[in-house]
């Protein structure tokens, strides 16, 4: 069974930084793609950032430039850094990974959330 627990969130004043982290545990094969999507009440879940494993990072073009996706595969955990953060930034920010267990079995898992509020 494969948990994520997200952390880093909180509140910031616009300009600020901050740096969401997501723990992976289980019996981790590979982590093959590490996304970070937000969601606001009410709207879609937006993607955010993804990183495919030997591949080259993406970002939605309204946090390119600002947020930088980063993952250890060593030690399962996967980051964001949020920097210049605006008040349309604020969400409930969630981890998402895709990979394999072993034996064909794959995984595609979700964190609790956390939540990330911008002041003006």
């Known amino acids: 069974q494969v948990q994520l627990v997200e952390s880093g969130g909180g509140l910031v004043q616009a300009g600020g930084s901050l740096r969401l982290s997501c723990a992976a545990s289980?019996?981790?094969?590979?982590?093959?793609?590490a996304n970070w999507w937000r969601q606001n009440p009410g709207k879609r879940r937006e993607l955010v950032a993804t990183?495919?494993?030997?591949?080259?990072?993406t970002y939605a073009d309204s946090v390119k430039g600002r947020f930088t996706i980063s993952v250890d595969y060593a030690k399962k955990m996967v980051y964001l850094e949020m920097n210049s953060l605006k008040v349309e930034d604020t969400a409930v920010y969630y981890c998402?990974?895709?990979?394999?267990?072993?034996?064909?079995?794959?995984?595609?898992?979700w964190g609790q959330g956390t939540q990330v509020t911008v002041s003006s």
């Open positions: 289980g019996t981790i094969l590979s982590i093959d793609t």
């Open positions: 990183e495919p494993r030997g591949g080259t990072a």
């Open positions: 998402n990974l895709i990979g394999g267990l072993g034996d064909d079995d794959v995984y595609d898992e």
